[in-house]
């Protein structure tokens, strides 16, 4: 029996080519497994997940001082950003591929930002992950990506902001939407908010 | 002459071919199936695996030419950074059409006077350019884009880098965090 080099596809020497079907039979074996394998690959690729969670309008009302970050959603004034974890807040990738990931937030307030007056919103992905610490092996929680986002400061009504980000440990990843309250504080409606993360693929390693 | 099945040339053995061809029938039937799933691995291996990297600012620093000096490599997947050769860009490893996107912060926070910070994620060849002005108020000091582009050969000329440029054309004298992505995300059309 000789195989192909590649994909290792048996097919006969002449010398045994007198037991041909058998031959022939380990060959086309040996192909329907190959090729279930790709269909396993493919499957894979169609099934990428897609993640996006709502909030509910008219419901949620936010409320923060000035200059302070809050959970969307999420009524509880936060006294320093990153102390919360509340699951109710947050997209939670335990079910989920480690991977490469972008994500999103949206959010849509009640009132509106005022004109020049530095009523300004900003809306925050934070994702945290956990990873292993480059040369030093250690395994630490880590905070993606924060302090960042857009604004709503000229008398729009809404805050958007995405990003890529890899995932690189699952059951001890999420990510949560959080907003910044400008220097007017200020009790906000929702009108419209969420937030949504799409798999893009495998990691290097 | 041996039959070739008609989309994907398969060779087969036909009743009219001689016996003692078989042996070899089978080996050409055998390498033609083993080159055609090698195609199919690659197309399902980049797509299990795109090609794809992301860079960050961790260390606040200066723009250099308005450029954003990077100092970590999150991700790679195909070899398209070399912080130590080029802090500032990220090299496609293939013709196709590519996205990037840039998100910047500053440490020095704006003084409500309207200040602006302008974030651009640049193809450096054959751009489709975009950029996005935002104002700069108290605590406020952060600003993103996304951009598109077609990437025709893979020489140094083609890269992706990213600028961050402050009200009246200045220097950002501190970029506080920063990240940069690209992501091939299709052949060209």
């Known amino acids: 029996m000789e195989y192909t080099s590649s994909q290792s596809l048996p097919y006969p020497e002449p010398e045994d080519f007198a037991n041909g079907s058998q031959q022939l039979k380990m060959l086309a074996e040996a192909i329907d497994l190959r090729l279930s394998i790709l269909d396993l690959g493919y499957d894979a690729i169609l099934a990428r997940p897609v993640v996006l969670k709502t909030v509910t309008p008219g419901v949620q009302t936010i409320s923060a001082s000035i200059n302070t970050t809050v959970n969307i959603p999420n009524t509880t004034f936060q006294s320093s950003e990153f102390t919360a974890q509340s699951s109710s807040t947050s997209i939670d990738f335990s079910s989920y591929p480690a991977g490469i990931w972008m994500g999103g937030v949206y959010l849509g307030t009640n009132p509106v930002g005022a004109v020049n007056t530095g009523n300004h919103r900003n809306v925050t992905l934070r994702v945290v992950d956990r990873r292993i610490q480059p040369g030093t092996g250690v395994s630490v929680y880590e905070e993606l990506w924060d302090e960042s986002g857009c604004q709503s400061n000229t008398g729009g009504d809404f805050t958007t902001f995405s990003q890529t980000f890899e995932i690189h440990d699952p059951d001890n990843a999420f990510i949560q939407m959080r907003l910044h309250h400008g220097n007017v504080s200020s009790a906000l409606s929702v009108t419209a908010g969420f937030v949504w993360a799409l798999y893009i693929g495998e990691l290097a390693n | ?189």
Not at chain 2, 93 to 109: E, K, P, R, Y
Request: a negative charge.
């Open chain 2, 1 to 189: 002459m041996v039959a070739v099945t008609a989309t994907w040339e398969i060779p087969y053995a036909q009743s009219i071919d001689p016996f003692c061809d078989g042996p070899e029938i089978t080996q050409a039937l055998a390498e033609r199936v083993d080159a055609l799933l090698d195609t199919q691995d690659a197309a399902l291996g980049l797509l299990q695996r795109p090609q794809y990297a992301s860079i960050s600012v961790t260390t606040p620093a200066p723009t250099e030419s308005f450029r954003i000096r990077y100092d970590t490599t999150d991700e790679d997947t195909a070899n398209l950074v070399d912080l130590a050769l080029d802090p500032f860009s990220i090299y496609p490893d293939s013709v196709g059409l590519w996205l990037n996107g840039i998100h910047a912060a500053t440490s020095t926070l704006g003084l409500g006077t309207n200040e602006t910070w302008e974030a651009v994620a640049t193809f450096s060849a054959n751009t489709i350019y975009a950029g996005q002005t935002i104002r700069e108020e108290l605590n406020v000091r952060s600003v993103g884009a996304f951009s598109a582009g077609q990437i025709f050969d893979t020489t140094d000329s083609y890269r992706m880098d990213s600028n961050l440029v402050g009200s009246g054309g200045l220097l950002v004298s501190d970029v506080y965090k920063a990240r940069f992505w690209a992501w091939r995300y299709s052949d060209l059309p």
